[in-house]
T-cell receptor
Framework: EAQVTQNPRYLITVTGKKLTVTCSQNMNHEYMSWYRQDPGLGLRQIYYSMNVEVTDKGDVPEGYKVSRKEKRNFPLILESPSPNQTSLYFC?????????????FGPGTRLTVL | AQSVTQLGSHVSVSEGALVLLRCNYSSSVPPYLFWYVQYPNQGLQLLLKYTSAATLVKGINGFEAEFKKSETSFHLTKPSAHMSDAAEYFCAVSHGGYQKVTFGIGTKLQVIP
C-alpha cells in the first residue's frame, strides 16, 4: 500500500528540548516536503527536497532543519522548539509528470510546545 | 510571487445542490493550480490539478475545476453535493510541480441534509 508515515502522531514537549519528527514514504518519490497547518493560515511550506541531498527552504523555514540522506526519509528537526512552533505538521511526497504522477500526504503530527 | 485567495472560509450547501468553491490566483508566470481536500482529522488528498493541458480539469469524487486566465480563477465545482463531501478544501498554486506550493487558507464545506 502506497503511504507516507509520520512519527510521532502526537507530541507534547517543552521549550528548548530538541526533537525530530520522522517522515517516510514507500513510493520511491523524488519529491518530499514539510508543511505546517495553523487555523486561519492554511498550510505553509517549511522545507522541500527534490532528491537525495537536495533541499531548499519553503516559506517558513526559521527554526527548522531537514535532511535527505535517503530517498525514502525526510526528517524534520526542531533544534530548540518554541511555543510558536505549536502546530499540525504534514509531510508529503510526490512524483511530477508521466506515469505515476501523484502526491501523497502523511496523517499529520500534532506538536505542542509548552 | 504567487498567491491564492479563497473566497469564503465557510460554505454551506444542501445535499444534492451545486457545490461551488471559489479560488483566485496571482502569479507572474503561468501557474500550476491544485485543489486538495482534507477530511476531519486526516491528511490532505489531491483532488485535481491544472497543468495547462486542458482548461477544464476533472478530478476524483465527481469534482472538476475550470482554469480561466482572464479572470485568474480556478473555481471548484460539483453538480450534486453528498454528505460525504463535507470537508475542508484548499486551493494551491505553484510554478514548479509539487515544489514551492502556496496554499490558500481553506474553505470548510458543510452539507446540509
Amino acid at each position: 500500500e502506497a503511504q507516507v508515515t509520520q512519527n510521532p502522531r502526537y507530541l507534547i514537549t517543552v521549550t528548548g528540548k530538541k526533537l525530530t519528527v520522522t517522515c517516510s514514504q514507500n513510493m520511491n518519490h523524488e519529491y518530499m516536503s514539510w508543511y505546517r497547518q495553523d487555523p486561519g493560515l492554511g498550510l505553509r511550506q517549511i522545507y522541500y527536497s527534490m532528491n537525495v541531498e537536495v533541499t531548499d527552504k519553503g516559506d517558513v523555514p526559521e527554526g527548522y532543519k531537514v535532511s535527505r540522506k535517503e530517498k525514502r526519509n525526510f526528517p524534520l528537526i526542531l533544534e530548540s522548539p518554541s511555543p510558536n512552533q505549536t502546530s499540525l505538521y504534514f509531510c508529503a511526497s510526490g512524483k511530477w509528470g508521466g506515469e505515476g504522477d501523484t502526491q501523497y500526504f502523511g496523517p499529520g503530527t500534532r506538536l505542542t510546545v509548552l | 510571487a504567487q498567491s491564492v485567495t479563497q473566497l469564503g472560509s465557510h460554505v454551506s450547501v444542501s445535499e444534492g445542490a451545486l457545490v461551488l468553491l471559489r479560488c483566485n490566483y496571482s502569479s507572474s508566470v503561468p501557474p500550476y493550480l491544485f485543489w486538495y481536500v482534507q477530511y476531519p482529522n486526516q491528511g490532505l488528498q489531491l483532488l485535481l490539478k491544472y497543468t495547462s493541458a486542458a482548461t477544464l480539469v476533472k478530478g476524483i469524487n465527481g469534482f472538476e475545476a475550470e482554469f480561466k486566465k482572464s479572470e485568474t480563477s480556478f473555481h471548484l465545482t460539483k453538480p450534486s453535493a453528498h454528505m460525504s463531501d463535507a470537508a475542508e478544501y484548499f486551493c494551491a498554486v505553484s510554478h514548479g510541480g509539487y515544489q514551492k506550493v502556496t496554499f490558500g487558507i481553506g474553505t470548510k464545506l458543510q452539507v446540509i441534509p
